[in-house]
């Protein structure tokens, strides 16, 4: 099928998906209470003015419980372990599928979806966003939060400098440095990137790997049908040591302390004007884009992110996909609930109200590009994307985590970007092999 073709008929479906009639389709349930846990990412506010539609219709009450990054996993995890049903929604970062899978916590979804194919619209849901949302073969989730990595620059800037909007690596470093310590442009720093030891700038290496032009583990080559045969790391040759320098270089463009950036001090540094370009997560662009927190609301626009020579842009999809407890003791009443958050029409709902667009229909939708018009470029974005670009297996936390120490000691000095990165290296193939994934 065309790519054309396939796209209208994701619309078709999708649109026909909306005309569901909510009242009939779910059940009641009266004196039901659900919880989700969920990241406190900025579209924690969107789903909590959305959820509301779901009480409305079936008399469940829901509570949304917000925690950081790493709270969420290790909380999500002991809960799962003490096999605890008071949590009955659970929303994980799509990277974390095979371990939460291999450790019984998520209910498979696949039985449940078939039963609702036609208004459940799932070919409508992004290719990455499907892909996040399985594990083996199996749907467990549904897609509702995809994020895509672009380049976010201040348009105000560029139009006065009369500059192009950077395509590669060099491009992004001299533009950086353009506006660096640029009388023209007092207080405002060319760049910030995800420094910080640990998570940040272990997401940071595997989102940017694949523009640089190498894989960080041996069968990971895009469109590859089996990504995991080969979980041998390669993350010590020289296009990967090349690409930690770049991090190190980058460093000379970004305000005191840009060594320990991370996702939210990248953001507000955008937001409040101190910096001409960064590359963010797309649910982040909504910070700049209010004006009661920005500065430059309506300045800023967005572009794919940028490439080394002789390479292309693979653009970094990542995000948050809604599952169901499997200990949770309310699973009709979850699952009534996934499935209607995540359809065509509850969906809309939550992206204009800033939820991040996780279908091809929200992506195409007028109104939603109109409101958010870095949404064209998310479109874009998908379709250059690899939905395993960062690893997803059981010890995908723990891989991503040691390698961010490695990163940013070689960013910070105390280790040569090589030194860095052979010990990165070392310590996941140790780490794979302990686990049985070598």
């Known amino acids: 099928m065309a790519i054309g073709t396939a796209l209208t008929a994701c619309s078709a479906t999708a649109l026909m998906a909306q005309d569901v009639d909510w009242t009939s389709e779910l059940g009641s349930h009266e004196g039901t209470d659900l919880v989700i846990s969920t990241i406190t990412d900025p579209f924690i506010d969107s789903m909590k003015s959305t959820v509301p539609g779901f009480t409305e219709l079936t008399g469940a009450g829901v509570a949304v419980d917000g925690f950081g990054y790493d709270a969420l996993h290790d909380r999500q995890l002991l809960g799962c372990s003490q096999r605890d049903g008071s949590t009955d929604v659970l929303v994980i970062d799509g990277i974390w599928m095979g371990e939460f899978v291999e450790a019984g916590c998520l209910e498979p979804l696949d039985a449940r979806m078939?039963?609702?194919?036609?208004?459940?619209?799932?070919?409508?849901?992004?290719?990455?966003?499907?892909?996040?949302?399985?594990?083996?073969?199996?749907?467990?989730?549904?897609?509702?939060?995809?994020?895509?990595?672009?380049?976010?620059?201040?348009?105000?800037?560029?139009?006065?400098?009369?500059?192009?909007?950077?395509?590669?690596?060099?491009?992004?470093?001299?533009?950086?440095?353009?506006?660096?310590?640029?009388?023209?442009?007092?207080?405002?720093?060319?760049?910030?990137?995800?420094n910080q030891r640990g998570a940040a700038a272990g997401q940071q290496y595997f989102e940017w790997a694949f523009s640089a032009g190498v894989s960080p583990w041996a069968s990971n080559t895009v469109g590859a049908k089996d990504p995991y045969a080969d979980l041998t790391p390669t993350m010590n040759n020289e296009g990967s040591v090349a690409l930690v320098q770049f991090f190190k270089d980058m460093t000379s463009y970004g305000p005191p302390g840009v060594e320990s950036y991370a996702w939210d001090e990248r953001a507000t540094?955008?937001?409040?004007?101190?910096?001409?370009?960064?590359?963010?997560?797309?649910?982040?662009?909504?910070?700049?884009?209010?004006?009661?927190?920005?500065?430059?609301?309506?300045?800023?626009?967005?572009?794919?992110?940028?490439?080394?020579?002789?390479?292309?842009?693979?653009?970094?999809?990542?995000?948050?996909?809604?599952?169901?407890?499997?200990?949770?003791?309310?699973?009709?009443?979850?699952?009534?609930?996934?499935?209607?958050?995540?359809?065509?029409?509850?969906?809309?709902?939550?992206?204009?109200?800033?939820?991040?667009?996780?279908?091809?229909?929200?992506?195409?939708?007028?109104?939603?590009?109109?409101?958010?018009?870095?949404?064209?470029?998310?479109?874009?974005?998908?379709?250059?994307?690899?939905?395993?670009?960062?690893?997803?297996?059981?010890?995908?936390?723990?891989?991503?985590?040691?390698?961010?120490?490695?990163?940013?000691?070689?960013?910070?000095?105390?280790?040569?970007?090589?030194?860095?990165?052979?010990?990165?290296?070392?310590?996941?193939?140790?780490?794979?092999?302990?686990?049985?994934?070598?």
């Open 269 to 438: 540094g955008f937001a409040n004007g101190s910096l001409a370009m960064i590359n963010d997560w797309s649910v982040r662009a909504q910070i700049a884009n209010d004006p009661a927190t920005s500065q430059i609301a309506g300045k800023f626009a967005a572009a794919l992110m940028p490439h080394a020579e002789g390479a292309d842009t693979i653009s970094p999809v990542g995000g948050w996909v809604m599952c169901m407890n499997a200990h949770s003791e309310q699973k009709d009443a979850a699952w009534d609930l996934i499935r209607w958050f995540s359809s065509p029409g509850a969906h809309k709902e939550f992206v204009l109200d800033g939820g991040p667009p996780s279908r091809v229909s929200a992506m195409e939708d007028a109104d939603i590009q109109a409101k958010w018009p870095w949404t064209v470029q998310l479109n874009e974005a998908r379709q250059t994307a690899w939905s395993e670009g960062r690893p997803r297996h059981a010890l995908t936390f723990q891989l991503i985590d040691e390698t961010g120490i490695e990163v940013n000691r070689a960013i910070i000095g105390e280790k040569s970007p090589q030194e860095a990165m052979d010990d990165a290296n070392a310590q996941a193939q140790k780490m794979l092999a302990r686990g049985g994934l070598l």
């Open 114 to 194: 078939a039963e609702v194919e036609d208004s459940f619209a799932w070919d409508d849901f992004v290719a990455d966003g499907a892909a996040q949302a399985s594990w083996d073969g199996t749907r467990y989730c549904a897609p509702i939060g995809i994020y895509y990595g672009l380049l976010f620059y201040r348009t105000d800037l560029f139009e006065a400098a009369g500059m192009k909007v950077p395509e590669t690596f060099e491009e992004l470093k001299q533009a950086a440095d353009f506006f660096t310590d640029n009388p023209d442009f007092p207080d405002v720093y060319g760049y910030a990137m995800n």
